[in-house]
């Protein structure tokens, strides 16, 4: 089954608390993972930033709001106990609670409203209220999924602006990113720009360390995204690097490899091929920060726990 959205855990979260006694926010997650049978996968799938798993993240805010609603308490750090009004929710409510049904209280709506937004009309109904928290998805998800679609969408401009660029500019561009992703050291130290007649298709020679221990090959194609780079290809690469005695090789694209290519490399274990085509492109020039500049920095803040630890 798909992994419940955070108000489709509310009412279960509730009804594991219904004995009135004080729970744990471990076994609350630990009892609802069998009573709803997730599987060991679903469990522990991980948010994208590797912080917790979203079932976790998922229990824990459905626990955030139904605080936020009265319907549980807080009684200690990861503990809590169902209140009279939680009780009572359960009771009217046998099938689903979720912010619809926690729009009824006061003090939720208040949770829901911006702080600057002022006390809420007489005649506001939850309806008309700003709602922040309406969407199946965690905070942390909204968040996640605003940055990788802002991602995407930069990766996208990337690889157009790079089709409006001339062939060298891309080559230039791929031993810059190999040089960000630390190997060799300086860009001037390290790198040996080929491209010229007689390179037998080799676009440029990068250390793969500061010592010059290892060298790499590097062949870079600006082609569109309809072009696909085939295995013949890739084995008139391989071949470059067996006539230059070398072991290891990079062959970036900004379009996509054929199932033909991908498979190449691994008919020949002497060799070590890369294959980048432009989307793991485009990924790696915003990783590294090539082609791209930090607008803007969000922060995330959670409670510092030691700060509250007593002390010894």
């Given amino acids: 089954m798909a992994i419940p959205d955070y108000q489709s855990l509310m009412r279960p979260l509730l009804a594991f ?11 609350a997650i630990e009892a609802l993972a069998q009573q709803l049978g997730l599987t060991d996968e679903e469990r522990l799938t991980p ?6 798993t979203v079932f976790s993240n998922r229990v824990y805010w459905a626990q955030v709001y139904l605080v936020k609603a009265a319907a549980l308490e807080r009684t200690r750090r990861s503990h809590f106990r169902i209140t009279a009004r939680g009780k009572q929710l359960l009771e009217q409510n046998p099938t689903r609670i979720d912010n619809t049904v926690l729009r009824q209280f006061a003090e939720f709506l208040a949770f829901q409203r911006p702080r600057d937004a002022g006390p809420a009309a007489p005649e506001e109904t939850a309806a008309t209220n700003v709602d ?4 199946r998805t965690t905070p942390e998800e909204l968040i996640q999924e605003a940055e990788a679609e802002i991602s995407e969408d930069l990766q996208a401009q990337l690889l157009d602006r790079i089709a409006q660029q001339s062939p060298a500019f891309f080559e230039r561009l791929v031993v810059d990113l190999l040089v960000a992703m630390g190997y ?3 860009r001037g130290r390290v790198v040996q720009r080929l491209g010229r007649p007689g390179d037998e298709g080799i676009d440029g020679v990068i250390n793969e360390d500061a010592l010059g221990l290892g060298v790499v090959y590097v062949q ?9 780079i085939g ?6 690469f391989a071949g470059a690097l067996v006539g230059k005695g070398a072991t290891k090789g990079v062959f970036v694209t900004t379009s996509a490899f054929s199932r033909g290519a991908v498979d190449y490399p691994r008919t020949i274990p002497h060799l070590r091929i890369v294959l980048i085509d432009g989307q793991e492109l485009a990924k790696l020039m915003v990783q590294y920060n090539v082609g791209v500049r930090i607008e803007r920095t ?3 803040k959670k409670i510092d726990l030691d700060y509250f630890e007593p002390d010894e």
């Fill in 184 to 186: 060799g050291g300086s």
């Fill in 220 to 228: 870079a194609k600006r082609y569109a995204a309809a072009n696909t």
């Fill in 17 to 27: 608390c219904s004995d009135g006694n004080e729970k744990n926010v471990r076994d």
């Fill in 132 to 135: 922040v928290i309406d969407a």
């Fill in 47 to 52: 948010l994208r930033s590797g912080s917790q």
């Fill in 231 to 236: 295995r013949e290809q890739i084995q008139q």
């Fill in 298 to 300: 969000v922060e995330v």
